[in-house]
Each structure stands twice: as structure tokens, then as C-alpha cells.
């Protein structure tokens, strides 16, 4: 499958869904959340991890989108590769 001549490269992309998740003492302890919401990383890599379809968690977390399940896991995969 190939990329078309307008789609960014997909590390450009990882950037821009990493600018999804902010750390701010004053939310949730400092611990990355998604948007500055009270959604921290943590918890929609463990309801992806457990089953859930990304439908599914918008479905259930209303406040969220499909770039914040994407902004999580490029934030999980942005600390293995460092």
C-alpha cells in the first residue's frame, strides 16, 4: 500500500496526535492525560489492552475522540522507542 504525494510521513503524524497529551500537576497528579481532560494515558491504554474497541470507548467516554485513542498509543509507543 502506498502513500499518496499529500500524505505526511507517519512520524509527522505522531507528532501532531502527541500534541493531544498534556501533563499538568494540577490534573490527575501530573500523570499524561489526554487534552488536559481527566483522562489520563494510562487508563485508555488499559481499556484498549482489555478488550474494548476503539468504538467502544468513545461510545463510553463521549469527551474523547479517535485521535485521542491514537495520541495515547503514539505516546506509549514515543517512551518504548526512547
Same mark, same amino acid.
Given at each position: 500500500?502506498? %502513500?499518496?504525494? $499529500?500524505?505526511? *510521513?507517519? *512520524?509527522?503524524?505522531? $507528532?501532531? #496526535? +502527541?500534541? /493531544?497529551?498534556?501533563?499538568?500537576? $494540577?490534573?490527575?497528579?501530573?500523570? *499524561?492525560?489526554? /487534552?488536559? @481532560? /481527566?483522562? *489520563?494515558?494510562?487508563?485508555? +491504554? %488499559? #481499556? #484498549? ?5 476503539? %468504538?467502544?470507548?468513545?461510545? !463510553?467516554? %463521549? !469527551? ?5 485513542? @491514537?495520541?495515547? #498509543?503514539?505516546?506509549?509507543?514515543? @517512551?518504548?522507542?526512547?
Amino acid at each position: 500500500m502506498s %502513500e499518496s504525494v $499529500n500524505t505526511p *510521513p507517519v *512520524p509527522y503524524k505522531s $507528532n501532531m #496526535l +502527541l500534541q /493531544r497529551i498534556t501533563i499538568d500537576w $494540577n490534573i490527575c497528579h501530573g500523570k *499524561p492525560c489526554i /487534552r488536559g @481532560l /481527566r483522562y *489520563p494515558v494510562e487508563l485508555v +491504554l %488499559e #481499556l #484498549l489492552s482489555s478488550g474494548m474497541t476503539t %468504538e467502544e470507548i468513545l461510545e !463510553d467516554y %463521549e !469527551d474523547l475522540e479517535k485521535e485521542d485513542i @491514537l495520541a495515547a #498509543l503514539a505516546y506509549a509507543t514515543k @517512551l518504548i522507542i526512547e
